[in-house]
């Protein structure tokens, strides 16, 4: 059985999220993670998931979490159920996991970002908002287990409350960088994952792996055109 898995969120209402979408995520990894590995997907939606997509319905301890809105309202999408990601129900989804968002293109080997043997490994985008030690929430490697604080504390509107006053926004992610910024290891520069925002002109970097479409612009969306020879199964 293999140690490693990717993991991926889906749920009702997200915006224009869907199972096609999880598909075209799940092939990318195939072909750039060549060590074998689970891809799953938590979600609490029906929808047509490829066979390389292991499906886990949504925990209810994640699903009640849903509930929270950020202090920004709806500028910022509510991604709090991510939180059961630590929790130590979590440890269910294997050894070692990857946490992904959904909108991202894999555009090589993803090989080496399982290397680090950090108990929680975080990215920290050059495009930071909220706080210079922000985390960003759309990926993370982890041994489920790791940090049970960041689920056993989070105590709803309180606690999103007193990430909003040190400086951190967003939802699961400002928690999160409240929690563990500054304390926890991080991919180093020149690992070659970007955001879109960090692409001048939008052009592909040489050394990219993996970039995040953090923002309204979607990969599906078909640009910037190098998405195209990517973004497909």
């Known amino acids: 059985m293999t140690n490693k898995t990717v993991v991926t969120w889906l749920w009702a209402g997200n915006r224009d999220y869907l199972p096609e979408h999880v598909n075209v995520l799940a092939a990318m990894f195939r072909r750039h ?10 979600t609490d939606m029906p929808g047509n998931f490829g066979p390389g997509v292991e499906v886990m319905p949504m925990p209810p301890a994640a699903k009640a979490l849903g509930k929270f809105r950020t202090p920004e309202g709806g500028r910022f999408p509510s991604c709090y159920r991510r939180l059961w ?3 130590a129900e979590a440890k269910c989804l294997g050894k070692r996991v990857l946490m992904v968002d959904i909108d991202l ?8 970002l399982f ?7 975080g990215w920290q985008p050059k495009a930071s908002w909220g706080g210079t030690e922000r985390l960003g929430g759309g990926m993370y490697l982890m041994t489920p287990g790791a940090h049970t604080e960041v689920f056993d504390d989070f105590k709803g509107m309180e606690s999103i409350i007193a990430a909003r006053a040190a400086g951190f926004r967003g939802s699961d992610q400002a928690w999160m960088s409240y929690k563990l910024a500054g304390k926890v ?16 002109d939008g052009r592909l970097p040489a050394d990219a792996c993996l970039v995040q479409f953090n923002g309204t612009g979607k990969p599906w969306h078909g640009r910037p055109a190098w998405t195209s020879e990517h973004w497909k199964k």
């Not at 555009?107 to 080496?112: E, M, R």
């Open 33 to 42: 993670l060549a060590d074998p590995h689970r891809f799953v997907c938590i």
């Open 105 to 112: 293109v894999l555009t090589g080997s993803v090989d080496h």
């Open 85 to 87: 990601m630590f929790s």
């Open 185 to 200: 290891k991080l991919w180093p520069q020149g690992v070659g994952i970007y955001s879109i925002r960090d692409l001048k």
């Open 115 to 121: 290397a680090p043997r950090a108990r929680f490994v």
